[in-house]
């Protein structure tokens, strides 16, 4: 393209032709093997467009390549379960058993590394998990990750604890009929203990914010509904910044 390629993202065209693209992923379990999208950032703006030609012709997935530290590591577990938790909840049917079974395994995963942040077997684990959880994706209503998105790229937060910062003032808000669901689930993936304190406990253990303020930013609640699209994420920033 004899253009600016900044051109695809503001949409004055539409990409051709294009090399194959061919990755090796170091990040764990993000599934981005499977995208067909690509975001840009300029002079603060992000940009994303969906194009098959931005799709990997092939990826090389090896757990020994994808060795990154404790934070990280648990940022991506978490992007990946809520992947997998906002499809439980939004794309309801046949596939809901397969949502709570990745989720049962990502934790299994997590525990694993959680006592060796070098275990080979759940690393090479987390990218099944991230596969498949990105293979049975199904688009939906729910806008919760791109607020956490918006919170993550204009604070400079990662993806887990962005999510996990809004998790809980985002569950709050939620009808009774969900949140007897929420119950059963959090039941399966934690028998035995107190379901919803389990899952609290579950994000302690990973070094997850539970709160915006838990991140380290001191934001005041006028300046966070800038980022907000809708009175109720208005309300989820404001429940979240306590």
């Known amino acids: 393209y004899q253009g600016d390629v900044w051109d695809f993202w503001t949409q004055k065209a539409k990409p051709k032709k294009a090399l194959a693209i061919a990755s090796v992923l170091t990040d764990p379990s993000t599934g981005a093997e499977l995208s067909s999208s690509c975001t840009l950032v300029r002079k603060g703006k992000q940009k994303k467009i969906e194009s098959p030609f931005v799709s990997c012709a092939f990826a090389i997935l090896d757990p020994k390549l994808s060795m990154l530290p404790f934070y990280p590591t648990m940022g991506q577990c978490f992007d990946t379960f809520m992947l997998l938790f906002i499809d439980y909840f939004y794309n309801q049917g046949m596939r809901q058993d397969i949502y709570a079974m990745l989720m049962r395994s990502l934790i299994q995963a997590t525990n694993a590394l ?22 049975f994706h199904e688009k939906n209503e729910c806008t919760f990750s791109a ?96």
């Open 114 to 135: 959680k006592k060796d942040i070098s275990d080979i077997q759940a690393r090479n684990d987390l990218f099944w998990i991230g596969l498949l959880a990105h293979s």
């Open 147 to 242: 607020l956490a998105q918006r919170l993550a790229f204009h604070y400079s937060l990662n993806a887990g604890n962005a999510l996990s910062s809004l998790f809980l003032g985002w569950i709050e808000s939620w009808p009774e009929e969900q949140t007897v669901q929420l119950n059963t689930l959090c039941a399966s993936l934690f028998p035995e203990e107190e379901p919803i304190e389990a899952l609290k406990g579950q994000m302690v253990s990973m070094g997850l914010a539970l709160s915006i303020p838990d991140t380290g930013l001191t934001v005041s609640n006028d300046a966070l509904i800038k980022l907000a699209e809708s009175k109720e994420e208005q309300e989820i920033l404001i429940r979240s910044n306590r």
